[in-house]
């Protein structure tokens, strides 16, 4: 049972140009969430999705970011016209739909870097 | 709004016993998490309370009280592979499983 799975592990960007982070869940997870930790920092919430439905996005930058989880498909998390700070490591987890006591798995994440 | 402190550092000996405290400040409670995360991997989870008390899972002990809005992780003898930050995350009310996490706490075990 293939755990969650992001791609790619490391993406380079220049500014201005688009990045696009994957996220494919673990069998069975209809949940998706994705974090952002800059360097020594915690993980900060951008958004929460089900299949084809966005339910929180409270953490996300109201301009350049998106996310999406297709009915069929991973889960992509887009950034356009990228700066310097959008430099960070982005993880992804995801859960079965009931609440259980594990709370998520993560994803070894995409570390973005902006030169 | 929604606050999680933890100290930002610790240091202890290897062989030894340390604690690391946690306080939250959340618009509801359905859940306290800890995760370890190594420098540049992914977080892995540790322990879940949701009912005040301790729960023990080997080296490993979570503890909650609720009324206090309060947890510890207690790490019991100490191996230089527990050196890592140790997360604490809080699984807020409303139906979904949403966790909001504090800064960490990096933790540096010593020979």
């Known amino acids: 049972n293939a755990g969650v799975m992001q791609n790619p592990r490391h993406l380079v960007r220049r500014r201005g140009q688009e990045a696009r982070l994957r996220c494919s869940p673990m069998?069975?997870?209809?949940?998706v969430y994705w974090y952002r930790q800059l360097p020594e920092e915690g993980l900060k919430f951008m958004v929460y999705?089900?299949?084809?439905?966005?339910?929180?996005e409270s953490g996300m930058p109201k301009e350049r970011f998106s996310a999406e989880f297709p009915k069929e498909g991973p889960s992509i998390l887009r950034i356009q016209q990228v700066v310097r700070g959008d430099s960070a490591a982005y993880f992804c987890a995801s859960s079965p739909p009931r609440q259980g006591n594990y709370g998520y798995t993560f994803g070894s994440g995409t570390r973005l870097t902006v030169v | 709004g929604q606050n999680i402190d933890q100290p930002t550092e610790m240091t202890a000996t290897e062989g030894a016993i340390v604690q690391i405290n946690c306080t939250y400040q959340t618009s509801g409670f359905n859940g306290l998490f800890w995760y370890q995360q190594h420098a540049g991997e992914a977080p892995t989870f540790l322990s879940y309370?949701?009912?005040?008390g301790l729960e023990e899972k080997g080296r490993f002990s979570s503890f909650l009280s609720r009324s206090k809005g309060y947890s510890y992780l207690l790490l019991k003898e100490l191996q230089m592979k527990d050196s890592a930050s140790y997360l604490c995350?809080?699984?807020?009310?409303?139906?979904?499983?949403?966790?909001?996490f504090g800064a960490g706490t990096r933790l540096a075990v010593h020979p």
């Open positions: 999705l089900q299949k084809e439905n966005i339910i929180d």
């Open positions: 995350a809080v699984r807020v009310a409303g139906g979904y499983n949403k966790l909001i």
């Open positions: 309370n949701v009912l005040d």
């Open positions: 069998k069975g997870h209809s949940h």
